[in-house]
Protein backbone atom coordinates (compact mmCIF):
# COMPACT_ATOMS: atom_id res chain seq x y z
CA UNK A 1 0.00 0.00 0.00
CA UNK A 2 1.37 3.69 -1.05
CA UNK A 3 1.05 6.25 1.91
CA UNK A 4 0.64 9.89 1.22
CA UNK A 5 1.70 12.40 4.14
CA UNK A 6 0.42 15.63 4.79
CA UNK A 7 3.24 18.39 4.01
CA UNK A 8 1.53 20.93 6.53
CA UNK A 9 -0.35 23.22 3.61
CA UNK A 10 -2.98 20.71 2.94
CA UNK A 11 -1.32 19.35 -0.59
CA UNK A 12 -0.41 15.98 -0.75
CA UNK A 13 2.64 14.41 -2.09
CA UNK A 14 4.69 11.45 -2.72
CA UNK A 15 7.33 9.72 -0.43
CA UNK A 16 10.56 11.08 -0.47
CA UNK A 17 11.55 7.94 -2.21
CA UNK A 18 9.97 8.41 -5.18
CA UNK A 19 10.67 12.00 -5.45
CA UNK A 20 14.52 10.78 -4.89
CA UNK A 21 13.54 8.22 -7.91
CA UNK A 22 11.88 10.16 -10.10
CA UNK A 23 13.79 13.71 -9.63
CA UNK A 24 17.16 12.06 -10.85
CA UNK A 25 18.91 12.99 -14.31
CA UNK A 26 17.98 9.77 -15.80
CA UNK A 27 14.29 11.56 -16.66
CA UNK A 28 15.61 14.79 -17.35
CA UNK A 29 15.07 14.63 -21.16
CA UNK A 30 16.03 18.40 -21.88
CA UNK A 31 19.70 17.72 -20.57
CA UNK A 32 22.98 16.07 -21.94
CA UNK A 33 22.72 14.53 -25.54
CA UNK A 34 18.89 14.23 -26.53
CA UNK A 35 17.73 16.51 -29.15
CA UNK A 36 14.50 18.27 -29.06
CA UNK A 37 12.90 14.86 -30.65
CA UNK A 38 14.19 13.04 -27.65
CA UNK A 39 16.63 11.45 -30.27
CA UNK A 40 20.56 10.97 -29.28
CA UNK A 41 23.17 12.86 -30.34
CA UNK A 42 26.59 12.17 -30.36
CA UNK A 43 29.27 14.35 -28.58
CA UNK A 44 31.26 16.20 -30.59
CA UNK A 45 35.23 17.12 -30.40
CA UNK A 46 36.74 20.03 -32.28
CA UNK A 47 40.28 21.04 -32.33
CA UNK A 48 42.32 23.54 -33.84
CA UNK A 49 45.84 23.34 -34.41
CA UNK A 50 48.50 25.69 -36.49
CA UNK A 51 47.95 22.90 -39.15
CA UNK A 52 44.10 21.85 -39.67
CA UNK A 53 41.11 21.72 -37.29
CA UNK A 54 40.37 17.79 -35.94
CA UNK A 55 36.92 17.09 -35.52
CA UNK A 56 35.68 13.66 -33.73
CA UNK A 57 32.44 12.38 -33.28
CA UNK A 58 30.93 9.75 -31.03
CA UNK A 59 28.93 7.40 -32.73
CA UNK A 60 29.42 3.25 -31.35
CA UNK A 61 27.68 0.97 -33.52
CA UNK A 62 27.86 2.76 -36.83
CA UNK A 63 29.26 1.47 -40.04
CA UNK A 64 30.93 4.34 -42.08
CA UNK A 65 28.63 3.99 -45.00
CA UNK A 66 26.10 5.57 -42.49
CA UNK A 67 28.07 8.85 -42.60
CA UNK A 68 27.40 11.87 -44.61
CA UNK A 69 29.86 14.12 -44.60
CA UNK A 70 29.84 17.49 -46.67
CA UNK A 71 31.23 20.94 -47.02
CA UNK A 72 29.05 23.58 -48.60
CA UNK A 73 31.07 26.71 -48.66
CA UNK A 74 32.05 27.00 -45.33
CA UNK A 75 29.52 25.07 -43.62
CA UNK A 76 30.72 21.82 -42.63
CA UNK A 77 27.68 19.05 -42.45
CA UNK A 78 28.00 15.87 -40.39
CA UNK A 79 25.02 13.78 -40.31
CA UNK A 80 24.37 9.72 -40.14
CA UNK A 81 21.03 7.86 -40.80
CA UNK A 82 20.73 4.18 -39.73
CA UNK A 83 17.82 1.41 -40.34
CA UNK A 84 17.61 -1.60 -39.11
CA UNK A 85 14.88 -4.31 -40.04
CA UNK A 86 14.15 -7.80 -39.02
CA UNK A 87 11.62 -10.35 -39.27
CA UNK A 88 10.89 -13.61 -38.34
CA UNK A 89 8.44 -15.69 -39.60
CA UNK A 90 7.23 -19.10 -38.01
CA UNK A 91 4.39 -21.42 -38.41
CA UNK A 92 1.89 -19.11 -36.84
CA UNK A 93 3.47 -16.16 -36.36
CA UNK A 94 5.28 -13.03 -37.47
CA UNK A 95 7.90 -11.17 -35.96
CA UNK A 96 9.26 -7.86 -37.07
CA UNK A 97 10.77 -5.41 -36.13
CA UNK A 98 12.86 -1.90 -37.25
CA UNK A 99 15.29 0.89 -35.98
CA UNK A 100 16.21 3.98 -37.32
CA UNK A 101 18.53 6.16 -36.03
CA UNK A 102 19.75 9.63 -37.75
CA UNK A 103 21.63 12.88 -37.00
CA UNK A 104 23.07 16.06 -38.21
CA UNK A 105 25.21 18.75 -37.24
CA UNK A 106 26.73 21.32 -38.74
CA UNK A 107 29.91 23.79 -37.96
CA UNK A 108 30.48 27.19 -39.47
CA UNK A 109 34.38 27.09 -40.52
CA UNK A 110 36.16 30.49 -41.19
CA UNK A 111 36.61 31.96 -44.84
CA UNK A 112 38.91 31.29 -46.84
CA UNK A 113 41.21 28.88 -44.37
CA UNK A 114 39.99 25.85 -45.63
CA UNK A 115 41.93 23.44 -47.68
CA UNK A 116 38.51 21.42 -49.05
CA UNK A 117 41.08 19.24 -51.52
CA UNK A 118 42.91 17.49 -48.62
CA UNK A 119 40.05 17.12 -46.25
CA UNK A 120 40.08 13.29 -45.09
CA UNK A 121 37.64 11.55 -42.84
CA UNK A 122 38.40 7.61 -41.13
CA UNK A 123 35.81 5.82 -38.88
CA UNK A 124 37.37 3.27 -36.26
CA UNK A 125 36.17 1.79 -33.02
CA UNK A 126 32.83 4.09 -32.91
CA UNK A 127 35.02 7.26 -33.58
CA UNK A 128 34.52 9.59 -36.83
CA UNK A 129 37.52 11.36 -37.21
CA UNK A 130 38.01 14.60 -39.60
CA UNK A 131 41.03 15.86 -40.42
CA UNK A 132 40.13 19.45 -42.70
CA UNK A 133 43.83 21.43 -43.30
CA UNK A 134 44.46 24.83 -43.38
CA UNK A 135 45.58 26.47 -46.83
CA UNK A 136 49.37 27.37 -46.62
CA UNK A 137 48.42 31.13 -45.73
CA UNK A 138 46.53 30.33 -43.31
CA UNK A 139 49.07 28.49 -41.56
CA UNK A 140 51.43 31.40 -41.23
CA UNK A 141 51.48 32.18 -37.40
CA UNK A 142 51.08 35.77 -36.29
CA UNK A 143 52.50 36.94 -32.85
CA UNK A 144 49.45 37.66 -30.54
CA UNK A 145 48.78 41.50 -30.46
CA UNK A 146 48.61 43.10 -27.49
CA UNK A 147 45.74 44.83 -26.42
CA UNK A 148 46.44 48.23 -23.87
CA UNK A 149 43.75 48.06 -21.28
CA UNK A 150 43.00 52.18 -20.18
Avoid: C
Avoid at 11 to 30: A, I, K, M, V
Avoid at 87 to 94: F, G, K, L, M
Amino acid sequence: MLSIRNNGNNTQSFPSLLDDFFGRELFNWENSNFSSTSTTIPSINVKETDENFEVEVAAPGMDKKDFNVTLNDNLLTISSVKQNEKETVEDNYTRKEFSYQSFQRSFELPNNIVDEEKIKAHYDNGLLHLVIPKKEEAKESKSPRVIEIS
